[in-house]
């Protein structure tokens, strides 16, 4: 065992041309609004350098990271990328975003306030996206706030407002009146700000209508192979397939006592299959899953532990399962989003809490 694939107790693979395969299907549906790319938590665990290139590859040029951080490292990977900053700008950190060609996304009078200060010393107008509040009471300028900046435009004159932006509460719920309502807010404000280039909708957002799409849409989950479309089959091409290690194989008589707590005991004659993954790799400790060898279910017994699951092997004939063998447990058997189902929770959880300890290997024409 002298690679770190060899080495490795679970391994994620993530398809980079399914990643961009999925970016040109987003693109396709928006017809002439361009179509940005969302990569913050490292591209939800992805790794965002990684998938960035591929993306930047297949034509994306405007990419979304969450904190200043995320932006500093991207940039490094892509020297030459739009970067835009989610999360706004912390105080103190103007020179950072000016450094690095980062583009600050404004969510409050004081980030503006600070950025406006830091054009005029610049004796330049500075890039901005403005974030406005239409109703998800997360983030953004509140509708007061818009309507001041309207009263003054002199507060926008050293700004160059790249994007007004909004962000959609329920767009996974297509019939939500939040939807519709968000809409019509967003425009409502928007028309009160100099006239720049509108973004609303995230991957959901996409398959609302044209009524959502403004200039440019920030698909995010989509990209990565989550279901955009919860109530319909989902369109996008599957991005990640997770393996684990066989550590151990076991025979077991009746009434054995399985793992921690003996929640579980064998009810006859078992075969055990114990893999190398657990929560801490971010496979949550409340799971319903299973394995697949082969499209051959597996399911779990017992509690998952810190470092380790234990499978019911006793389907699996000896010679088809062996010690050092690799089982699936992302896989098109089990998709992230039937995960996510499992284990009461959704897609974008599961692929950002997949831990640092596996071997991660990147397949497809871009990497």
Known sequence: ??????????????????????????????????????????????????????????????????????????????????????NGMPAGTEEVFL????????????????????????????????????????????????????????????????????????????????????????????????PAPASLANSSGIFLGTGFHHDLARPGAALYGINPTPLAPNPMRPVVHLSARVLQLRDVPAQTGIGYGHTARADGPMRLATISLGYADGWRRCATAAAYLDGL????????????????????????????????LICPEQTVDQVASATGTIGYEVLTSLGRRFHRRYVGAAA
């Open 99 to 194: 450094d690095a060609g980062l583009v600050p996304v404004i969510n409050s009078l004081r980030e503006l306030a600070a950025w406006r200060e830091r054009a005029v010393e610049a004796d330049r107008k500075l890039p901005a996206a403005l974030q406005l509040d239409s109703g998800m009471s997360r983030l953004g300028l509140a509708s007061r706030e818009v309507e001041l900046l309207a009263a003054d435009r002199s507060l926008l004159e050293p700004i160059e407002v790249v994007t007004v932006l909004s962000h959609l509460a329920c767009a996974d719920e297509p019939d939500h009146p939040a939807n519709g309502m968000q809409r019509r807010e967003f425009d409502r404000l928007r028309a009160l700000l100099p």
């Open 1 to 86: 065992m002298n690679t770190p694939f060899e080495r490795a107790g679970a391994v994620l693979t993530v398809d980079l041309e399914a990643i961009a395969s999925n970016y040109t299907l987003l693109r396709g549906r928006l017809g002439g609004t361009e179509c940005s790319a969302v990569v913050k938590a490292d591209a939800y665990g992805l790794g965002a350098v990684e998938v960035a290139s591929a993306l930047r590859a297949a034509g994306c040029r405007s990419f979304f990271v969450a904190h200043v951080e995320e932006g500093l490292v991207l940039r490094e990977g892509l020297p030459h990328a739009r970067i835009l900053v989610l």
């Open 297 to 328: 279910r597996l399911p779990f017994i017992g509690r998952v532990s810190m470092d380790s699951i234990i499978l019911d092997a006793t389907e699996c004939r000896k010679n088809d399962l062996h010690e050092g063998a690799l089982v699936d």
